[in-house]
């Protein structure tokens, strides 16, 4: 089982985001899963042009990282994604890589896949980062098992961190029992379904613009 973790803090796996991702994958490997970890710090995703050439041909026109990351994620069994709290939300570079999956995102395109996400802040409104966090995850198409989020307490540290680090390998465990068991979310599924319908709708609206979405999706429909 092959989960992908993406680090979006400019501190890579160094800063208090690494750490609390470190845990989470520690989970992950007590259930058996093997771990690749992408650090946005090092590679190279610049922020989306809005050239459309994704939704017309599938592939974006900009030549850095980005492809490679897209390959990594259609071919995970699930990933996570793990960013700081920056002003109350994720950094640039986690808003450069959700911008440039938007051709992804049209077509649900990690439909099967469970993800996980993880943040940390200076001093609070996790909730708000990692609920969007979680939004990113369904408008791909993929079930979201849960996240995780603290606020710091000193330089890779946090408050009552016994009892975050329990419960962030809880979440890396939870993460392969879900892929192994195929587990529903049925409460994801008006957000899906309603997403879904938009999604295909939309493509259908642009109709020969956006060829390889409208393909896409009437492929996936038989
Ligand atoms: C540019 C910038 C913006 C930040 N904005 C917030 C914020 O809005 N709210 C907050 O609680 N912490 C904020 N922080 C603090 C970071 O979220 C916090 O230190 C985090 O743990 C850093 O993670 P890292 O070490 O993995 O980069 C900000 C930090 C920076 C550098």
Known sequence: MNILAIIAS???????????LEEVLSGVGEAGGETEILS???????????????????????KDDYE????????????????????????????????????????????????????????????????????FVNTLGANSVG???????????????ANLYGRARTLGRELCHCIREKRQFPEQEPFLGAFRERMSGLVEIMGEHWVFERDYWRDRKG
Not at 10 to 20: A, D, I, S, V
Not at 90 to 119: I, N, P, S
Not at 151 to 156: E, Y
């Open 68 to 135: 490679g990351i897209k390959e990594k994620l259609l071919a995970c069994d699930g990933f996570i994604l793990a960013s700081p709290n920056y002003i109350f939300s994720v950094t640039a570079q986690m808003k450069a890589l959700f911008d440039r999956c938007c051709g992804l995102l049209h077509c649900m395109a990690l439909e099967g896949k469970y993800a996980a996400v993880v943040e940390t802040s200076g001093g609070g409104e996790d909730a708000e980062v990692i609920s969007y966090m979680e939004r």
């Open 147 to 161: 996240g995780i989020g603290s606020p710091m307490a000193g330089i890779r540290a946090f408050p009552d961190e």
């Open 40 to 62: 946005l710090a090092t590679l190279k995703v610049q922020p989306c042009v809005g050239c459309d050439l994704c939704h017309k041909t599938g592939i974006c026109s900009i």
């Open 10 to 20: 400019p501190r890579g796996m160094k800063g208090n985001t690494g750490r609390l």
